[in-house]
């Protein structure tokens, strides 16, 4: 800020002028200053001559952001004090710094309700059947639409053909064998005493009086569906976004994130008095692409809800890196319900490389389901609403998915169904090409089912603006936008797209991509017919083009960009989406494109799938060629779960010496309120 009228004022021109940066001087000196006094009254009982402790010697900047009382002595005790959390649309993650690996707790809230989730609705099943005018259902090869089973026959005509070519057998009747096997197929039933893997349920007090106004975690998944009194699951977070549709009120929205958080710090950190909890720090993971609201949000409820004595932020790509130990990496994250991709460069994320898809492993998940009940699987009844039924169909998609073209072929399988109150029910059944075709869904999306993904978006909560101009102020992505632009229809001559008309399903327009915005793997077709041209670049050749940007001319953000995530999915092939991603984070320099392109790491849970790496790589390679012998795919080194690097890298950072200038803590955040994110975030806020 510059007074005009006195130009050479020193008004926030100095350290000591700004909150954040006094408190944490006088912090400091205060340290400098009780450290001196212990060490001279320690050195004070020793008699002359005598050597003093080792310890005495030790500079206490390790507890980074801690209150003085803490009890931290040394590096080995450094990350006994702060917790880090990482929550997701499917699963928390949540340990101390100094455990080797997380607490993983399902994000899931049971509340006492009228009815489950599986009973609204009248019952209908996910996924979602057609049926004839009588209300009976349709033949498994209608029940899904004719725009599915077309979809589904042409990927399995090409999977055919792609393997004939690569000199793999083909029965030319496989896909009868199986369905006619699965036709015939009639459930063994096992008593429950004789089940050596029987499911241990939730008990639930059959007076409804004493029954536990809500339960978390995998006790939630556990509570039978028909219980007495019923209970209702509430995922508050979906797609990465909170959860507007099941909730009428942001107040209890917000409560639930707070509840499960606090329980699993309670049952899994065995930390059960709250009034001890702030003596601890706390390192919470933010998206790549975040949106403000859910920054602050996280502030509050960290600082006030919680009761922690101070917070950090990072982000899930930078922290990936953090955990792998590297430098230079094209980070992508396949989690249940979103994929993020970000390339990552000297310990910060290139914000215009940021893409967010709206798809993950649930999306395979649902997939998988509806391509083997249209083979006539042979428990057709299969609900994914139902607790036992979600459990599962997760179950199976992991024994048996693979992206293995070795492993297509009619293949004998067998599953057991476990309901509460019921006898297990065996299962035999094959399986063909829906274990590969599913999660090829990756790489064709439009398979997956986006058709419920934007409903009640905005409900709740609305964009966060600017408090000066009023406009939208959340962060925003060249990369992202040049995927949201392909994704997106032609706006009709009458008026903007109506929220909730895109259900990404038109995905087939990223090869033949709108006008308005040229495709951003242009710049690298150019490449390879000119060697000396530049990369990255999404502006296309003709000045009548606008390419996407994240500011206007006057350095102001499009609001029309920002109001598009919000009413259009961000859906891509995966492949596409990396690609374009690398070519916005290389910004035309040719070195680091070829960098990020080999050092792409492949983080998440949706990525344990067998041979998924090749795959991806194969991709890549097929579709740009001349950087064949520069992609590769990096699996996270050291053995580390895919699952849990985003975590380690978080408390990796926790415990750095250099993290002191990104704690927040509750003074700060009492006197300045989200104002303090601008002064301690690690990227511009």
């Given at each position: 800020?510059i007074?005009?009228?006195?130009y ?6 100095r350290?000591d ?37 080792p ?66 609705d ?25 725009e599915f ?37 009639e ?5 429950e ?13 059959s007076?409804?009086?004493?029954a ?11 509570i ?23 909730y009428d ?49 996280a ?35 396949i ?9 990552v460069?000297?310990g910060?994320?290139?914000e ?9 492993g ?24 139902r607790?036992?039924d ?30 509460p ?25 439009s398979?997956f ?14 964009r ?17 936008s040049a ?30 991509p ?28 003709d ?6 940007q ?8 499009n609001?029309?960009d ?27 320099d ?26 991806l ?17 990096a ?12 975590w ?5 950072f ?32």
């Amino acid at each position: 800020m510059i007074n005009q009228k006195n130009y050479y004022t020193e008004y926030l021109k100095r350290d000591d002028q700004i909150l954040p940066l006094r408190l944490q001087q006088e912090e400091r000196r205060n340290r400098m200053t009780t450290n001196a006094k212990d060490r001279d009254r320690a050195l004070s009982q020793f008699k002359p001559g005598e050597a003093p402790a080792p310890d005495l010697e030790l500079e206490l900047d390790d507890d980074v952001g801690m209150d003085e009382g803490s009890g931290l002595v040394g590096q080995e005790a450094l990350g006994s004090k702060i917790i880090v959390i990482h929550p997701g649309s499917q699963n928390l993650r949540i340990g101390l710094a100094n455990d080797a690996l997380p607490k993983t707790v399902p994000m899931v809230i049971a509340r006492k309700w009228t009815n489950n989730e599986s009973e609204e609705d009248q019952g209908e099943p996910r996924p979602k059947r057609l049926k004839l005018d009588d209300g009976t259902a349709m033949e498994p090869e209608k029940m899904f639409g004719d725009e599915f089973a077309s979809q589904y026959a042409t990927m399995s005509t090409e999977l055919k053909i792609h393997m004939r070519a690569h000199k793999r057998r083909v029965l030319p009747n496989s896909k009868e064998l199986i369905v006619n096997y699965n036709r015939r197929t009639e459930p063994e039933t096992i008593s429950e005493h004789n089940d050596p893997s029987r499911i241990d349920w939730t008990e639930i007090p059959s007076d409804p009086q004493k029954a536990p106004a809500y339960i978390t975690g995998k006790d939630a998944l556990r509570i039978p569906d028909f219980s007495v009194p019923r209970y209702k699951l509430f995922w508050p977070l979906r797609q990465g976004w909170y959860n507007e549709h099941d909730y009428d009120q942001k107040r209890v929205l917000y409560d639930d994130v707070a509840v499960i958080i606090e329980e699993a710090i309670k049952t899994q950190l065995n930390i059960p008095r709250k009034k001890d909890w702030p003596q601890y720090g706390c390192v919470f993971v933010v998206p790549d692409l975040y949106e403000r609201h859910y920054v602050t949000q996280a502030l509050d409820m960290v600082l006030r809800d919680l009761g922690f004595g101070s917070v950090c932020f990072i982000q899930e790509s930078l922290a990936a890196s953090f955990g792998a130990g590297y430098t230079s990496t094209c980070v992508v994250d396949i989690g249940a319900q979103k994929t993020s991709i970000c390339c990552v460069e000297e310990g910060m994320c290139i914000e215009n490389s940021r893409i967010n898809l709206k798809y993950g492993g649930a999306d395979v998940t649902e997939t998988f389901v509806k391509m083997m009940l249209f083979d006539h699987f042979p428990y057709s009844e299969i609900n994914l609403n139902r607790r036992y039924d979600f459990l599962l169909a997760e179950e199976i998609k992991i024994r048996f998915c693979t992206l293995n073209e070795a492993d297509v072929s009619p293949q004998p399988a067998d599953f057991h169904i476990r309901a509460p109150g019921q006898n297990t029910r065996k299962y035999l059944f094959k399986t063909y090409d829906e274990i590969l075709l599913a999660p090829y869904g990756y790489f064709q999306p439009s398979i997956f089912d986006h058709s419920l993904k934007l409903r009640s978006r905005r409900k709740l909560i609305g964009r966060s603006r600017d408090l000066y101009d009023d406009s939208p102020n959340d962060p925003l992505s060249t990369a992202h936008s040049a995927i949201i632009a392909m994704t997106a229809p032609p706006p009709p001559a009458n008026g903007p797209v109506a929220n909730g008309q895109v259900d990404g399903s038109n995905t087939a327009a990223v090869s033949t991509p709108l006008r308005q915005v040229p495709n951003p793997l242009q710049k690298f077709s150019e490449q390879e017919r000119n060697s000396h041209s530049n990369i990255g670049s999404p502006a296309p050749d003709d000045d009548d083009t606008v390419a996407p940007q994240a500011e206007g001319e006057n350095g102001v953000k499009n609001e029309g960009d920002v109001s598009l995530r919000d009413d259009v999915l961000a859906i891509a092939p995966l492949d596409v989406a990396i690609l374009t991603s690398i070519i916005h984070g290389a910004r035309n320099d040719d070195r680091k494109a070829r960098d990020f392109l080999g050092g792409i790491m492949v983080i998440g849970g949706g990525s344990q799938i067998p041979n998924f790496h090749n795959y991806l790589e194969g991709k890549l390679k097929t579709t740009r060629p001349i950087f064949a012998k520069d992609i590769m795919i990096a699996p996270p080194p050291r053995e580390l779960d895919p699952q849990s690097v985003v975590w380690k890298g978080a408390s990796v950072f926790g415990k750095l010496r250099g993290t002191n200038d990104s704690w927040i803590s509750k003074l700060e955040h009492d006197r300045l309120g989200a104002r303090v994110l601008a002064y301690k975030l690690m990227w511009a806020w």
